[in-house]
C-alpha cells in the first residue's frame, strides 16, 4: 500500500493541469517578449493564469506577479519593502518565530546585512500569534508587518484579518505567506486587508517552480530579480509559460472544489486525530483545533520515541510522512516552530506529521491507525526516556 | 530529508540486537542528553572471573543510527573481556554498520561513550580503577 501523507512538502501535478501545460512547451514557445503574432499565444496565455489567480484571491489581475517560487515571493516582499523603506528611514520588520525559513532567513539576512531591526512575535501554546502584541511591537520606524496565513508544521491559521485590519489603520504595509493557507482556504485579500501575499503552485497540485506575489495597487517593493522588463518591469527573466499557465490551471480547479475539500479533509483530519489520541497513550496533538487549524494538517509528539524513527518505520509500511525531529534534518536542532509553542526538546524531537490531501481516501486512514500504535509502543519499549516518563507518572 | 542509509543500519534499526534490560547488571552506563534528540543506556552482565562480558543490553531514545550504534556495540563487545570492551572505539562501531552519514557519526561516538560508563560503573562497583574519559563535544 502506499500512502503519501506529506501534501504539504509538495503535491502531484493533476493531470488536467499537465494537460493545460503541455501546449506550451514546443507548440507554442514563443517568447512573450517578442513583436510577431506567434509570441501572441504566449502573453495571451499568462494574461490568462494572472486573472486565474487574481479572481481565487480577490484581487484584480493587475496585482498578480508570477515569481519562480513561494520563497522568492517572500524574499522579494520583505527585502523589496525593507530595501525601499529605507529612504524613508524605517528599519524595522516585524514577523514571527514559527515563519518558514523563507521568512525567517530573509529576516536574518536583512538584519545582518542592512542593519534591519527585526521583531519575532512570539506564539502561544496553540501556535497563535496576539493580534496586540503586533500593535505593541510597532513603531514610527516600522516597515513591514510579515504574519504567515497557516504554519506549515502545525496548520494553525493566524488571526490574518485582524492583523490586516490593524496594519491597514496603522498605515503599515502588512505581508503574509499563504504558501500553505492558499492551498486549503478562501482568501479574500480586499475583506482582509492584506497589502502582500506570498503563493506557490506546487503545494495545491501545480507544478514546481512557479510562484506569486500579489501586490495590492499601490505596494511597490524594490525589484528583485533584476534584468528585462518583464512583469511590468517588476521581475526579470523570460517567463516559465507552461508553469504559469500550469498555476492559473490549478488555482482555478483548487477554487471551484475547495469548499468540498474543506469538508472532507477536516473529517478525515479529525478522524486521524481522534483515533491516534484513542490508541495511543500519552500521544499530545501539536496545534489548535477545528476551524483553526488547517483541514490537512495532523502533528503530533510521542514522548519516549523519535520522529525520525517513526518515519523509517512507516515508510517500511508504504507510509509517507513527515517530523520536525532534528534528526530528520542537516541541523541538530528541533523544529523551531514546536520550541515556540513551548514544546520540551524531546518532545519536539518526537514529533509526527501527517499532512493529507487528494491523494488521501478513507481507507488510509484506517490503514495509518491500524498501524502506527504499534509502532510507537515498540519504540517505546526500546526507549529509557519511555521508561522514566511512565516513572514519572507512577505508572511502572 | 535523505535517508541514505547503509542496508546494515537498516537491518540493525529495525531488528535491533539486545535491546532491554537486565536485572541486577554489574554495570550501567548513560550518554547523551534528551535535548540533543539521543540517549542511550547500556548494561552489562560480567563474569567476575574471567572479566568477560557475557550479557549487554540497550536502551536507546535517539533517531535510527542511535539505535543501530547501539545495537551494533552490543553485538561488538559481547563475549570480549573488560579490556577488549574499552578498547572499542566508534569508528569501529560505524565501520561495522558500512559507514554513517556525517551527520550521524555522533551517534557511534554515543556508543562508545556509553560503553565507557558502563565499564567504569563496573569497575567503581569492583574496586578498579576508573579509566578517565574524554568527552566528546555534543
Sequence with gaps: MFVYMDHTATTPTSPEVLNAMMPYFSENFGNPSSVYSFSRKSRAAIEKARAQVANALNADTSEIYFTGSGTEADNWALKGTLEKAKIAGKNHLITTKIEHHAILHTAEYLHKVEGVDVTYLPVDSEGFVKVEDVEN?????TALVSVMFANNEVGTIE????????????????????VQAAAHLNIDVKAM?????????????????????FLRKGMRPENFVHGGAQEKGHRASTENIAGIVGFGEAMEILKSRLDDDLKINSARRDKLISGILA?????????ATGDKRLPNNINFSFIG?????????LDAKGISASTGSACSSESLDPSHVLLALGLKHEMAHGSLRFTIGRLTDDSQIDYVLDVLPEIVSRRREMSPLWEDYLKSKGEK | MALDYSQKVMDHFINPRNVGEIQNPDGVGEAGNPKCGDIMKIYLKVNDDTKIIEDVKFKTFGCASAIASSSMATEL??????EEAWDLTNAAVAEAL???????????????????????????????KIIPVEHHEE
Excluded at chain 1, 137 to 141: F, V, W
Excluded at chain 1, 193 to 211: C, E, F, Q, R, T
Excluded at chain 2, 77 to 82: A, E, N, P, Q, S
Excluded at chain 2, 113 to 121: M, R, S, T
Design chain 1, 159 to 178: 488571526p490574518i484579518a485582524e492583523i490586516g485590519a490593524l496594519c491597514r489603520a496603522k498605515k503599515i504595509p502588512f505581508h503574509t505567506d499563504a
Design chain 1, 137 to 141: 511591537a510597532i513603531t514610527d520606524k
Design chain 2, 98 to 128: 558500512d559507514g554513517l552519514p556525517p551527520i550521524k557519526m555522533h551517534c557511534s561516538v554515543l556508543a562508545e561513550e556509553a560503553i565507557h560508563e558502563a565499564l567504569n560503573d563496573y569497575r567503581k562497583k569492583h574496586g578498579m
Design chain 1, 305 to 313: 520515541v523519535e520522529g525520525e524513527t517513526l518515519l523509517l518505520d
Design chain 2, 77 to 82: 563487545i559481547k563475549g570480549k573481556t573488560i
Design chain 1, 279 to 287: 490508541k495511543i497513550p500519552h500521544a499530545k496533538l501539536n496545534g
Design chain 1, 193 to 213: 486587508n492584506i497589502d502582500m501575499l506570498s503563493m506557490s503552485a506546487h503545494k495545491m497540485y501545480g507544478p514546481k517552480g512557479v510562484g506569486a506575489l
